[in-house]
């Protein structure tokens, strides 16, 4: 138990349907913060028993209105304000999902980084797997969770914030339906915060992503994400996702159809230069990964998956366009079944 005094920090969770993973998830959050610190659960139309789960707990439960579109930055905008309603005082907010268990080992070395270090609005540590061996999809997760300590461009949903700097930026854009916290460090930025990776395992993800359609979802998602965020902020100083934004067209598009529209014509030459091409991607992105320290077989798994992701990284790219174009409001692209 830690011995941080209550003013310090809430919590705000959000999940939807997340039943033992939620239980889970407050367990820890009790377990390893003072009892007395305010605990708010959003939760986004479940239909299991989380609610009545979370108010067993003593936790408090926002139910998020949902004759408005649902998305997760409104959710956690909405329970950072049921925060600040009940406890105006908390200097700091740990957002943290549904579907993940916080570590004993985080909370204070957080906190005390950022009492240290007046200039950062947000840390995160080492987000790991829960059963990284259950699926090819949960391996790549728990590579993707490994980022480099020090200074980050953004944080992912689960990090410690500085209320101060949250409120001073409005929080989430409720607007978008994925993508939302690097936006928010964005802004964050542009007012001279910073944003680190502190080296203390934080907290334990469950997936629970066991087939490719799964997979294939979740990238047309980041698609849309890279997509809105190079709309947003591509032409901006930031650059932001300006760089994948072409690489999805390239290699989702230009460069397979390309190749397989002109095979006629090249006698299929221009077939085995796209393999060649795509051969040369494969080994550049495997010996980056061996850099960072990943075995052999891991390096080359996320090397070609990270190849075809291109495709539905592409095909969200368009659907996200195409949505502008007929000025239509986003929808959600789950990979989850509710």
Known sequence: MTTL?????????IGRNEGARLIRCLKSLQANL???VAIIYVDSDSTDNSIDEAKNKGVEVVQLDMSVPFTAARARNAGFERLMAIAPQTQYVQFIDGDCELLSDWIEPAIAFLSQHSDTAVVFGRLRERFPQASTYHQLAEMEWN???????ACGGISLMRTKSFKAIGGFNPKLICGEEPELCIRLKRKSWKIQCIN????IHDMDM??????????VRGGWAIAQGNDMYGRAAERYKFKAHVSGWIWGVLLPFGTLLSAGVTHGVSLMVGLLIYAFQLFRIYRYRRRRGDIDRQSLLY??????????QAIGQGKYWFNR????????????SY
């Open 210 to 219: 066991h087939t490719f359609g799964q997979w294939w979802q979740r990238s």
């Open 5 to 13: 005094s209550v003013t310090h920090v809430g919590v705000v969770a």
């Open 147 to 153: 980022v480099p300590t020090g200074e980050a461009a």
């Open 34 to 36: 003072p009892s007395n």
């Open 200 to 203: 203390a395992d934080m907290a």
């Open 325 to 336: 174009w007929q000025n239509k409001p986003a929808q959600l692209i789950e990979y989850k």
């Open 303 to 312: 090397a070609y998956f990270c190849i075809l992701s291109k495709v539905p």
